[in-house]
């Protein structure tokens, strides 16, 4: 089975990816690799971000690689916390960003939210992007136990629940991520013909 390193050291993240892709490639993370570099993320876009964590892996593990890089972005604040979404609320973390969302949205109407993801892909010395987006809303408190990151308070269009409330089979269906990689597999699997 051929291997693809995943440019991260989010685990989360690296279950929700070796589910989509199992039987087909042996996905490694940074760790699997023995990568340490906290790998900074100086762009202004995902896709400069993504490309980022792709150029730096592949210029220095000679690997085929991917990654990602995503984020929330509310329409009532101006698309923020977007390309800042996992250091919003500084270091604090996942709850410290949730909670900062919600403060600023605080007496807010216009409740639209959306989350991308741009995957950046390097493999044999070519680099290819693709992006999955889905709308939705924020609810106002947290539900759900499930997920991380802001998926306690983002409702998808079209849900009565939210991300958090959802199994991990029920969001790689429909999320933003799985768009984005869905669209990964399927170059990856046109390669193959």
Do not use: W
Request: hydrophobic share 40%; proline share 2%.
């Amino acid at each position: 089975m051929r291997e693809l390193v995943f440019a991260t050291n989010n685990q989360h993240k690296t279950v929700e990816v070796r589910q989509l892709l199992e039987g087909q490639y042996k996905i490694l993370n940074l760790g699997d690799i023995g990568c340490i570099t906290d790998i900074p993320e100086t762009g202004h876009t995902f896709a400069e971000n993504a490309a980022l964590k792709t150029s730096y892996v592949h210029l220095n593990y000679q690997m085929d690689c991917f990654a990602d890089d995503s984020g929330l972005e509310v329409e009532a604040l101006n698309n923020q916390p977007g390309i800042y979404s996992a250091r919003y609320a500084g270091t604090g973390g996942d709850m410290a960003n949730l909670q900062l969302v919600l403060k600023n949205m605080e007496g807010q109407a216009n409740r639209k939210a959306c989350f991308r993801t741009v995957v950046s892909l390097v493999q044999n010395n070519e680099n290819y992007l693709f992006e999955g987006v889905i709308n939705g809303t924020l609810r106002e408190e947290s539900a759900g136990v499930k997920g991380f990151g802001y998926d306690p308070i983002f409702q998808p269009d079209g849900y009565a629940i939210t991300f958090a409330e959802m199994s991990m089979q029920e969001k790689n269906e429909i999320s933003h991520r799985a768009q984005a990689m869905n669209k990964l597999i399927a170059f990856l699997k046109s390669l193959q013909v």
